[in-house]
Nanobody
């Protein structure tokens, strides 16, 4: 079993910044891709950014140039630095990753953290 705990959400004014963190714990053997998704009210969950173990990061067009995903593999932690935030970035942000444990390989999700961009 793997647990993902997110932090760093909150209320910020347009143009402001936030940094989300997500730390994984449990019987982890290895971690493949980690990333962030978001879901706004009345909309489907959408990809924000992903960071594979090897290879390039990937971003949604709507956040390119404003958001940066990074990982600290020693801490099993992924971050999302969000700059120049817009009201349309308001959503619940979910951390996810593909984990290999002793028993299996499967995707886990965090509980979500609310980001609200408003003046």
């Amino acid at each position: 079993q793997v647990q993902l705990v997110e932090s760093g959400g909150g209320l910020v004014q347009p143009g402001g910044s936030l940094r989300l963190s997500c730390t994984a714990s449990g019987n982890i053997v290895s971690i493949n891709t980690m990333g962030w998704y978001r879901q706004a009210p009345g909309k489907q969950r959408e990809l924000v950014a992903t960071s594979p173990s090897y290879g390039s990061t990937n971003y949604a067009d709507s956040v390119k140039g404003r958001f940066t995903i990074s990982r600290d593999n020693a801490k099993n932690t992924v971050y999302l630095q969000m700059n120049s935030l817009k009201p349309e970035d308001t959503a619940v942000y979910y951390c996810t990753g593909l984990f290999r444990t002793v028993e299996t390989v499967m995707r886990y999700w965090g509980q979500g953290t609310q980001v609200t961009v408003s003046s």
